[in-house]
């Protein structure tokens, strides 16, 4: 059973049920009377919930795939979560940090590290309900959104529209595929743009951490890291010599910091900064003993 509040007061919870010991009318009449049971406790002021969902997950994993379907039983089809004066909605299956107070911190930091001018398009890699997009967008030129889960882009675009945002744009899709799609849309020939990566635990695949090297417009990288000890290995996808295993100008670590998102646990969020090209040079010139400014 999953549970989902959001600091307003809603309770979303979301039974999740292996399909393959029941027939389907008994697995129907079963999630009908825990929803009865369930409405009448929070009638009777013993718990709190303002919307009920069913998913079948037969898979062996503690995280459902994106294409196992959810049936919305009873109650709200979403809630609504503020985040650094925006308002973001989120659906039973769409990615939002359990932390508000502490994502705010985390999406503060990344759009300052972002550093995007009024010319340079941001890429929000993984980008679930837009969270990050949207909280960047006021200092950036545009924000394209690439996210696989088909749901959390439904929810992003609606956020955008919620809020007000007009310069952001979401992709559904594999991101090495909507990246080559999106420089090649937005970004000027002889221009550069900044990525930012929140992959869930395991990291960004390989297909996309090559994609992210190989475009040689993105020149930053902001990237979050849930699990720092896995980053490292995709650090050395992203940051080794040129050659045939990792093809592409490297990037470079320049900053990096850890924000606690889950107090009282050893889990922290890694944010790294990554940069390359004419972007690194600058910096590098701006911090040369005696530039102006140092």
């Known amino acids: 059973l999953l549970v989902r509040h959001g600091r307003g007061g809603d309770v979303m919870l979301v039974l999740q049920y292996s399909g393959n010991n029941a027939a389907k009318e008994e697995i129907d009449g079963a999630i009908e009377r825990m929803c009865a049971f369930l409405r ?5 002021g013993r718990m709190k919930m303002t919307s009920f969902f069913a998913q079948e997950h037969n898979t062996i994993s503690n995280k459902a795939n994106d294409e196992a379907k959810m049936r919305h039983v009873w109650g709200d089809d979403f809630f609504y979560e503020s985040l650094l004066g925006n308002r973001f909605r989120i659906s039973p299956a769409s990615f939002f940090q359990v932390n508000t107070t502490g994502a705010e ?27 990050i997009g949207i909280c960047t967008a006021s200092r950036a ?16 675009e609606a956020n955008a529209a919620a809020n007000g945002v007009t310069n952001c744009e979401f992709l559904a899709g594999k991101a090495e595929d909507k990246i080559r799609e999106a420089i090649s849309e937005h970004v000027p ?55 045939d295993k990792y093809p592409g100008v490297p990037f470079e670590p320049v900053m990096a910091r850890g924000v606690d998102l889950f107090p009282h646990t050893h889990h922290v969020e890694l944010m790294t900064l990554l940069e390359r090209g004419d972007t ?9 003993p005696g530039a102006s400014g140092a």
């Open 189 to 243: 020939k002889g221009g550069s743009c900044v990525a930012v990566v929140d992959p869930p635990r395991e990291g960004l695949h390989k297909t996309v951490l090559k994609a992210l090297r190989k475009t040689p417009q993105i020149e930053r990288i902001v990237y979050v890291a849930c699990n720092h000890v896995n980053f490292v290995q995709q650090a050395v996808h992203l940051c080794s010599p040129n050659c």
């Open 105 to 131: 911190v985390l999406n503060g930091m990344i759009r300052d590290w972002a550093a995007a001018g009024e010319d340079q398009v941001v890429l929000d890699v993984c980008c679930g309900t837009g969270t």
């Open 40 to 44: 009448e406790r929070a009638g009777e």
């Open 141 to 156: 030129k545009k924000v394209v959104g690439i996210e696989i889960c088909v749901p959390a882009v439904v929810d992003a």
């Open 280 to 288: 690194l040079a600058r910096r590098r010139a701006a911090e040369a």
